[in-house]
């Protein structure tokens, strides 16, 4: 089979947290996080998508997790900001600076709450895609955005050279096999659980929320099945299964994940509002996960 386009950021990708300490961004803790991802191996840092709380970041803050980001990784693994809006010329406005910046790529997910057509969806990806000259991931997850990104519009995308990678997370092997069938693009799974089953028909890795927790264990999983042994890949996934279906089960992401991260002694746990944090029940849930998955340092 032919390269993808985008096959360059095959493998684990982690969407990490933005540490908040007092309301106020946490830089020292952010380098810390970065710092864990490039020591477990991790092939992509993925600053202010939904894990980042990206919603909650002012434009100033926006941008400095990304630019903090870049400074700290300063070439040693890529870099895939997230940039997306559902305006387009915000949209443009934070692609252009993370592009300035340095940034490997961006993570653009559909336009949210305002539901375009398919022809406003293409429009809106087109119109960046053209506009920076680093590769644009589209980042298709209708559980936040309220509209999917239907497979023949993706198909028009991926005749744009500046479109080379799509964040699947719709739940459907369907349109992920659809889009790897008909499409010279790297899919990479949304979804922590389906991971191994996208690989398997094709996806290159993951965009990764338990990666936060465990890289080591999901660049495992990808470099099982990337080297073909399905063997080891379904016990690894099946293990984490059971680990990312309680964790992230328990509340909207990245609740659990900072919650678990606390617990870990590696972030404050801070969260903005809208978002609250776990109650006692779910945190007593969360801790015997941890201690069960084998992560023994959990503490209350």
Not at 33 to 42: L, M, N, P, R
Not at 240 to 251: A, D, E, K, W
Not at 278 to 295: M, N, V
Request: hydrophobic fraction near 40%.
């Amino acid at each position: 089979m032919n390269q993808r386009k985008g096959s360059e950021f095959a493998g684990l990708a982690v969407a990490i947290i933005t540490p908040f300490r007092d309301g106020t961004l946490d830089v020292a803790r952010l380098r810390e996080q970065i710092e864990f991802q490039i020591d477990a191996g991790t092939n992509c840092i993925v600053p202010a998508g939904t894990t980042g709380e990206s919603p909650t970041l002012s434009h100033d803050e926006h941008e400095r997790v990304i630019a903090e980001t870049i400074a700290c990784v300063a070439g040693r693994v890529k870099v895939m900001a997230g940039t997306g809006s559902n305006s387009t010329a915000e949209a443009l406005r934070l692609t252009r600076r993370a592009a300035a910046e340095g940034a490997d790529a961006t993570l653009q997910v559909a336009p949210y709450y305002n539901k375009p057509t398919q022809e406003g969806m293409y429009r809106h990806f087109k119109a960046i895609a053209e506009d920076v000259d680093i590769p644009v991931c589209v980042y298709n997850i209708p559980g936040r955005t309220g509209k999917n990104i239907e497979v023949e519009t993706i198909q028009r995308l991926a005749e744009l050279p500046g479109i080379t990678m799509v964040k699947e997370a719709t739940g459907s092997l369907d349109q992920c096999s659809a889009i790897l069938g008909t499409t010279d693009l790297t899919v990479l799974s949304g979804d922590d659980s389906l991971t191994l089953p996208m690989m398997s028909v094709g996806a290159e890795g993951v965009i990764s929320v338990a990666g936060n927790v465990v890289p080591n264990v999901m660049l495992e999983l990808v470099r099982a099945a990337a080297s073909g042994d399905y063997t080891t890949a379904a016990e690894v996934h099946h293990r984490l299964y059971s680990f990312c279906s309680i964790m992230l089960g328990l509340s909207t992401n990245p609740i659990p994940v900072k919650a678990a991260m606390e617990m870990l002694g590696r972030d404050t746990g801070e969260l903005r509002l809208p978002m609250v944090a776990l109650d006692d029940a779910e945190r007593a849930i969360l801790q015997e996960s941890l201690q069960k998955f084998g992560i023994e340092s959990a503490v209350s």
